[in-house]
């Protein structure tokens, strides 16, 4: 495909003013420089919005003006007619390319002088002054259509200064933040896009409704990673083979480690691929560790936490004979343990029935059947996908309305408000349903899941809504 068959979009203006941000948050890309020490754009970049290998436009990032004044200078020395400064501009192009003094003049007018329409970024926070007119007097030579966005990077305000002297200069003049921008400004940008030449608007505007669907298709695959996790955490079981000799009780807390360790794992996993879902793989974040500490993992409503498989009671069962089958039918009175189902109630209760010494001791066939595996989950705890959900939405609402301009590090330390904001009483039943049978260590049906994943959706763009 040649670069015509797409609008182009180059981002210029003075150093400093924002333009990366711009083009990052348009773009959508965070990977693209941003820095507080101007000169940090010295080539041009091309960033084309691609969906389904479909480019849709390309935005161009570009280099400051450094020597604004002297190209106009030369443009008005060599201008021949009034009609025809598109030519000198194409001149001072031509001549000038080796010339390092305005190499990052070339950068920008370059891709201009090849058809990409003009984005120029002001600072709506910093008072209007000559030195821009010169600029501004060029890009008008190059008969490109031209857009002008105010972005206000600090908090005074000379937006209304501005729009008087770019009035004269550009078709459209618009405000726009890249570090706070939501889905709709970021769209209404696009629109004003669309509108600048109309052999693109068609495209344009096609790409905002391709941007709508992507970004649907964002909400969807999040969603999906989230039900994976809350499914994949509650039915994880964590087993340990017990060294010889080893005391129940450190296994006990080595399994414990491992089985945490496991769950804060699929939570980094999951949040891993909702930034790069979102586009934010080079997020730089603080945030507090999942806590499982509060949680007793041991408690009552966690019986099946620990103790030995199931399998293994009952290959132990069926293979040991008379003496231990009934030792341990004795040990279990009147548990239908063997036949399976309540196991879980039973296991969490070994430790009581029959301490774990005393299992130990426990031949067959000149083996030990106690002591052997330890086994910690499906996670019990009636409180813990409440927590682990709260923290997956959280995270997702933040990075999906985060600007792809942001470089400093984000903090997501989650408010104790969050709660109230999407658990109510209905949707806890809702959730529960699902969340009762994950944690029943059975393979769950892919139906139930796709059930789950549009639940969640539900609630994460609710959230995204509001
Ligand atoms: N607070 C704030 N900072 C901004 C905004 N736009 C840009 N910046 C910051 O201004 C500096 C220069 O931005 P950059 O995009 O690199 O400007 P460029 O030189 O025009 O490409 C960076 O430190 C940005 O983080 C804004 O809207 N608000
Ligand atoms: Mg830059």
Avoid: C
């Amino acid at each position: 495909m040649s670069p015509a068959d797409y609008p182009r979009f180059a981002v210029v203006g003075h150093p400093n003013k924002g333009k990366s941000s711009i083009v990052a948050s348009l773009a959508m890309d965070d990977a693209i420089a941003i820095s507080d020490t101007p000169g940090t754009t010295t080539q041009k970049a091309r960033y084309p919005l691609k969906v389904d290998g479909e480019t849709l436009y390309e935005l161009i990032d570009t280099p400051g003006f450094q020597r604004a004044r002297g190209v106009l200078a030369w443009l008005k020395a060599h201008e021949t007619d009034a009609s025809r400064r598109h030519e000198a501009v194409h001149a001072f192009v031509n001549t000038h390319k080796e010339d390092a003094r305005f190499h990052d003049e070339i950068e920008l007018l370059e891709p201009i002088m090849e058809g990409a329409g003009i984005i120029y970024v002001v600072d709506g926070s910093k008072p209007y002054g000559e030195e821009y007119e010169a600029e501004m007097e060029i890009l008008r030579w190059t008969g490109q259509p031209s857009m002008a966005l105010i972005n206000r990077i600090d908090e005074a305000d000379y937006t209304q200064e501005w729009k008087q002297a770019l009035s004269g200069y550009f078709q459209m003049i618009r405000t726009y933040d890249p570090m706070h921008a939501t889905l709709s400004q970021h769209l209404k940008i696009l629109e004003s896009m669309a509108q600048l030449r109309e052999e693109w608007t068609a495209q344009v505007k096609n790409s905002i409704a391709l941007f709508e669907r992507y970004h649907a298709m964002m909400r969807e695959r999040s969603a999906a990673a989230i039900a994976k996790l809350l499914y994949r955490a509650l039915s994880h079981v964590e087993r340990l083979v017990l060294k010889e000799g080893e005391e129940a009780e450190e296994a006990k807390k080595r399994l414990t480690s491992r089985y945490k360790q496991r769950l804060r794992s699929f939570e980094v996993e999951t949040q891993k691929r909702i930034e790069y879902i979102w586009n934010h793989q080079h997020l730089k974040k603080q945030q507090e560790n999942l806590r499982l500490e509060g949680l007793d993992l041991f408690s009552k409503e966690s019986a099946s936490v620990f103790g030995l498989t199931r399998k293994e009671l009952l290959v132990t069962g069926a293979s040991s004979g008379a003496v231990t089958g009934a030792g341990i039918d004795l040990a279990f009175a009147g548990h239908t343990f063997f036949a399976g189902g309540i196991i879980g109630a039973v296991v969490g209760g070994v430790g009581a029935y029959l301490a774990f010494n005393e299992l130990a001791d426990i031949e067959v066939l000149g083996k030990k059947i106690g002591r052997r595996t330890l086994q910690m989950g499906p996670m019990q705890n009636r409180n813990f996908p409440y927590i682990l959900l709260g923290r997956a939405l959280f995270h997702t609402m933040h990075v999906a309305q985060l600007s792809h301009a942001v470089r400093q590090s984000v903090n997501f330390e989650m408010d104790e408000n969050f709660r109230q904001q999407w658990l109510t009483d209905a949707r806890r039943k809702q959730l529960e349903k699902y969340h009762k049978q994950f944690r029943q260590a059975k393979k769950t049906d892919e139906k139930v899941l796709i059930e789950y994943e549009a639940l969640i959706l539900e609630i994460l763009d609710g959230l995204l809504a509001s």
